[in-house]
C-alpha cells in the first residue's frame, strides 16, 4: 500500500468492518448520547442557519459601507463582498445545544481590523434581536461577542491581500497567508485546522459520532480545559481522527474502544499527527523539536494539519498528564466491559470525583468590586492558574498538582468593611450568603464583592516508612509567585482587583461546589500512586500513577506502536529533565500536614482596595 491510498503518516492498522457486536454497541451509544442531551433540536438548528445567513449579510454590507469610505465608487463596493467560515465544533458538526458558533469574517485589503471594531460592531447593535455584544480588541485573537436570536456567536476577522473576496473563496491555499500580520494568521488558523481535519478523515460521520463521545466524556471527567493544561476541543478532535485513519470502516463504538487503549498506552512524547509536517510560503515558525527547545518540551504533543502546523497541547504540565492517563485507563476499562455487555455507556459519562479526591485543596480567589472588572481579572487568573500548577509541581512531597477546569462565581453583599476583607479572602458567613443586593441599599459602608474561586487538588506523597510526628508542606514559594504573576498583569488596579490563595481540608470545601446531595456519597480518597510515578519519573512515559493494566487485552491492545511514523519508531527525543527551583521544608505529621503560605497584608479600607490581601492563611 502506498501513501497515496491511506490518510495519515502510516498505513491503517485494520482496514476490516465492523463486526456485528461493534455495530450493536455503537447503537447503544448513539442511544445513550441522545440521553445525555448532546443533540439540538431541528428547530435549534434551523435558527442557528438563519442567524448565520443574517451575520453574512452584515458582513457584506459592513465591506461595502467601508469601501465606499475609502472612495470606492458604488460599482467597486459591491463587488468588493466579505465572507463568513464557522469553525470549532460548529463546523465540525459536534456542536450542542446553547453552544456559541465561532464565526471568522474574511475581508479585502482595504478594510482593516479597525474597522471590524468600529463600524462593524455598531452595525451589530443595531440588528433586531442582539444582545450581550462584547468587544475585546486587544485579545490574542481579537473578537466580537454576541447573541443573535438567542444564538451565542464569537465573531473573528482575517483581512486577506485582496482587493475582492469572492463568494467561492476557500481558505485552504496557503498563499492567501502572503502578507499578513500574525494576528490575521492565527484568526485564519482555526478555520483551516477544522477544514483539514474533515479532509483528513476517512468518513466524517463516523468521526463526529466518536467525537461527540469523546468530548461528553472529557467534559464530565472534568478535562475538557485548554487553559487549565489539559486538552480543549481541537486536541480532542486531533486524537479521534487519528484513531478513525488507523481504522478507516469501524463504526463509532470501536472507534470509541480503540481510542482509549491507544491514548492510555501512547509512547509521549512522540507527536500525534495526521499528516507530515509541510513547510510553506512564510517566514513563521513550524512545530519543530529539533530545531526548538521549547517544541522538545511538550509532554503530549498533538499537532495541527494546516500550515503552519502548531502544538495545540503547549499547555499540557506533568500533573495534568498524569491526570488524562488515569482518565484514559478508566475509560479503557469501562468500555472493554461495554464491548462484552456487562456494562453501559452511562458508566463513562460518570459525573468527576475531583472534589471527592483529596484531603487537601488550594484555593485561588479574585475578587473585584464590579461585574464588569470581575470579568477580566478572573479570567486573567484563570489563566495564569496553570503556572501556579507548575510551580506547585517543584514542591517536595506533592505527587501532582490536579486544576479543577472551570471557576466558582459569587456575589456577596457585605454590610462592612470587615465583611467584604473576608469575602474577598472566600470566608463568606451564612448570613453575608443570603443577603440581597436590596439589604444594602443606602447603609454607610456598605458594599458588593465579586469572587471567582478556582481550585487545585494536592496529592500528597504517602509517609515514609515508620515516619513519626507533624510534617510540613512548603507552598510559600509558588503562591507567592504567582500572585507577582497576577498583578504583572498590565491592567491590574490595585485599587479594585484582589487575589487570594489558601488552602483548605476537603471537610471545609463550600456546598456550592456539589450537586445538591453529592457531598455525602463519595468518601475521600487519596490518589494511589507507585514509586515510579512521581513527577518526572523516567520510568513510565503516560506518568500513570498506577502500574499498567495486567489483564489480557482484546487483539487490538498493542497496536500503538504500529500508529507510530516509521521513521520515528527508533526512538523520539524526551523533554529535558525539571530542575527544581524551591526547596521546601517536609517534616511528618499524623495526617493533617499544615501547608505554609504567605500570610496575608490588613487592608486598610477593603472596599477600596481588596488586592491588599495577596494570600490566605495557612494555618
Excluded at 211 to 227: D, G, P, T
Excluded at 413 to 428: H, K, M, P, S
Aim: hydrophobic share 35%.
Amino acid at each position: 500500500m502506498t501513501t497515496s491510498e491511506y490518510l495519515g503518516v502510516t498505513p491503517p492498522i485494520s482496514e476490516a468492518g465492523p463486526s456485528k457486536r461493534e455495530e450493536e454497541v455503537t447503537a447503544t451509544l448513539m442511544e445513550e448520547l441522545k440521553k445525555q442531551g448532546v443533540f439540538e433540536s431541528d428547530e435549534d438548528a434551523k435558527t442557528r442557519e438563519i442567524v448565520l445567513g443574517r451575520v453574512a449579510q452584515l458582513v457584506r454590507n459592513f465591506v461595502h459601507r467601508v469601501s465606499l469610505s475609502r472612495g470606492l465608487s458604488e460599482a467597486a463596493a459591491s463587488a468588493a463582498g466579505g465572507k463568513i467560515f464557522t469553525f470549532g465544533s460548529y463546523r465540525l458538526g459536534v456542536h450542542g445545544p446553547g453552544s456559541d458558533i465561532d464565526t471568522l469574517c474574511v475581508v479585502p485589503k482595504h478594510v482593516n481590523r479597525e474597522d471590524f471594531f468600529e463600524v462593524l460592531e455598531p452595525m451589530l447593535r443595531e440588528l433586531d434581536g442582539v444582545s450581550e455584544v462584547s468587544a475585546v480588541p486587544d485579545a490574542y485573537v481579537p473578537v466580537i461577542g454576541a447573541k443573535i436570536q438567542g444564538v451565542a456567536l464569537d465573531l473573528l476577522v482575517a483581512r486577506l491581500a485582496l482587493s475582492t473576496i469572492p463568494d467561492n473563496l476557500e481558505l485552504r491555499d496557503d498563499n492567501l497567508l502572503r502578507n499578513l500580520d500574525e494576528r490575521c494568521v492565527r484568526s485564519l488558523g482555526g478555520s483551516r485546522v477544522i477544514d483539514e481535519i474533515l479532509r483528513l478523515v476517512p468518513n466524517v460521520e463516523v468521526f463526529r459520532a466518536a467525537l461527540r463521545c469523546i468530548k461528553l466524556w472529557a467534559q464530565k471527567r472534568a478535562i475538557y480545559s485548554n487553559v487549565n493544561g489539559f486538552l480543549g476541543g481541537v486536541a480532542w478532535a486531533l486524537l479521534v481522527a487519528r484513531i478513525c485513519q488507523l481504522y478507516p470502516n469501524e463504526v463509532a463504538g470501536a472507534v470509541v474502544s480503540r481510542f482509549f487503549i491507544i491514548m492510555y498506552q501512547w509512547n509521549w512524547p512522540q507527536p500525534v499527527l495526521l499528516k507530515q509536517i509541510e513547510e510553506g510560503p512564510l517566514p513563521v515558525r513550524v512545530w519543530n523539536p529539533r530545531l526548538y527547545p521549547s517544541d522538545r518540551a511538550h509532554r503530549m504533543p498533538i499537532i495541527t494539519p494546516a500550515y503552519p502546523s502548531m502544538c495545540s497541547t503547549h499547555n499540557v504540565t506533568q500533573s495534568t498528564q498524569m491526570i488524562m492517563s488515569q482518565e484514559f485507563k478508566r475509560a479503557a476499562e469501562i468500555v472493554d466491559r461495554v464491548m462484552i455487555g456487562s456494562a453501559n455507556w452511562s458508566e463513562l459519562f460518570a459525573k468527576h470525583d475531583f472534589f471527592h479526591k483529596y484531603r487537601y485543596y488550594l484555593q485561588v480567589i479574585a475578587s473585584s468590586g464590579d461585574s464588569d472588572t470581575q470579568l477580566r481579572w478572573s479570567g486573567t487568573v484563570e489563566s495564569r492558574v496553570r503556572q501556579l500548577v507548575m510551580k506547585l509541581e517543584f514542591v517536595e512531597g506533592l505527587t501532582l498538582a490536579h486544576p479543577f477546569i472551570k471557576g466558582f462565581e459569587q456575589i456577596s453583599y457585605c454590610l462592612t468593611d470587615e465583611e467584604v476583607r473576608l469575602a474577598a479572602q472566600g470566608e463568606i458567613s451564612k448570613a453575608t450568603a443570603e443577603r440581597k443586593k436590596e439589604d444594602i441599599e443606602d447603609k454607610d459602608g456598605s458594599g458588593a464583592v465579586w469572587t471567582t474561586t478556582f481550585y487545585i487538588g494536592l496529592c500528597l506523597d504517602p509517609k515514609p516508612p515508620g515516619a513519626v510526628g507533624p510534617r510540613r508542606l512548603d507552598i510559600s514559594y509558588p503562591t507567592t509567585e504567582f500572585t507577582k504573576l497576577v498583578k504583572a498583569w498590565e491592567h491590574y488596579d490595585e485599587t479594585s482587583m484582589g487575589v487570594v490563595v489558601r488552602h483548605i481540608k476537603s471537610s471545609a470545601l463550600p456546598d456550592s461546589v456539589f450537586d445538591p446531595g453529592e457531598r455525602e456519597r463519595m468518601p475521600v480518597r487519596q490518589l494511589k500512586r507507585t514509586k515510579s510515578s512521581k513527577l518526572g519519573s523516567k520510568t513510565s512515559n503516560n506518568l500513570s500513577p498506577d502500574p499498567p493494566n495486567k489483564r489480557p487485552r482484546p487483539s487490538h491492545a498493542n497496536d500503538t506502536a504500529r500508529a507510530l511514523s516509521p521513521k520515528d519508531r527508533k526512538g523520539s527525543q524526551r523533554p529535558p529533565g525539571l530542575n527544581t527551583l524551591a526547596t521546601s521544608t517536609s517534616v511528618t505529621s499524623p495526617s493533617t500536614p499544615p501547608l505554609a503560605a504567605p500570610k496575608p497584608v490588613s487592608p486598610s479600607n477593603f472596599l477600596k482596595s481588596p488586592a491588599a490581601v495577596t494570600a490566605g492563611s495557612a494555618s
